[in-house]
């Protein structure tokens, strides 16, 4: 069946729409970057402001190729995402932004957990997971290229009911993600969190993920930001 799709639709690039190819070279290296330098993102719970970093803004072939990732299923974008993944973490190493903000002491982390933004049951049911892929990559990078204890950590779910925010006015984004999500575990003292996401917007996901979670020490990843 997919060979007789192939036949009746040839291949267009996700992002470019370049035809006869499933991802042509210049949109294949978008996801090796250049990090454009990290910006302050206001959040909720302990870490009142945090940095975030992407890989650019949500136009032009980089929307493509985020939406692609997210709904397409001529794509697989499994090897796109993990390479964008561990650049967001080589920018993070290079720009400093793993010398955790506030007062050292004690409390100072030690290890990090990157934490998915959660999918929603349907992104789960089809496996169209791209925060998760990119968590994962960007632990296996802080690890190889910083030494950083780092493992990925599901630590939220969306709770029963709430939607996707494809589509929603900046109002209703933020309407849609305040008391959204459940906190699965509880951050351990000395544990700074890397929170990732595909897109950041107007924020209302990346501040609920902060506030239920509540850890003071947080970054902020995501391919584009709106």
């Known amino acids: 069946m997919r ?3 192939d036949l009746a639709l040839p291949a267009t690039c ?6 006869d190819t499933p991802l042509c070279a210049s949109c294949a290296a978008r996801s090796g970057g250049p990090v454009g330098q990290w910006s302050p993102l206001e959040v909720e719970g302990r870490c009142a402001a945090a940095p975030l970093l992407t890989l650019g803004g949500y136009e032009g072939e980089l929307r493509g190729l985020v939406l692609a990732a997210k709904h397409s299923a001529r794509w697989d974008p499994h090897s796109w995402l993990e390479r964008a993944g561990a650049t967001l973490a080589r920018g993070l ?3 400093g932004l793993l010398a955790w903000t506030g ?3 004690p409390d100072a982390p030690t290890r990090v957990w990157v934490v998915p933004a959660p999918s929603s049951w349907r992104r789960r049911l089809f496996g169209r997971e791209v925060t998760v ?3 994962c990559a960007v632990a296996r990078e802080l ?3 910083a030494g950083v204890s780092a493992e990925v950590v599901e630590a939220a779910w969306l709770r029963p009911g709430a939607r996707g925010q494809s589509g929603k006015t900046s109002a209703a984004r933020r309407r849609g993600r305040r008391g959204a999500m459940l906190a699965l575990v509880e951050v351990p003292t000395r544990v700074g969190l890397v929170l990732v996401d595909d897109v950041v917007t107007t924020g209302a996901t990346a501040r609920e993920l902060a506030r239920v979670l509540g850890g003071r ?4 990843l995501a391919l584009a930001r709106a």
């Open 3 to 5: 060979l007789l799709v």
């Open 14 to 19: 996700p992002g470019c729409g370049q035809w």
């Open 93 to 95: 190493v290079d720009q």
């Open 103 to 105: 007062p050292p002491g």
């Open 133 to 135: 892929v990119l968590a």
């Open 143 to 145: 690890a190889e290229r």
């Open 217 to 220: 020490w947080c970054v902020f």
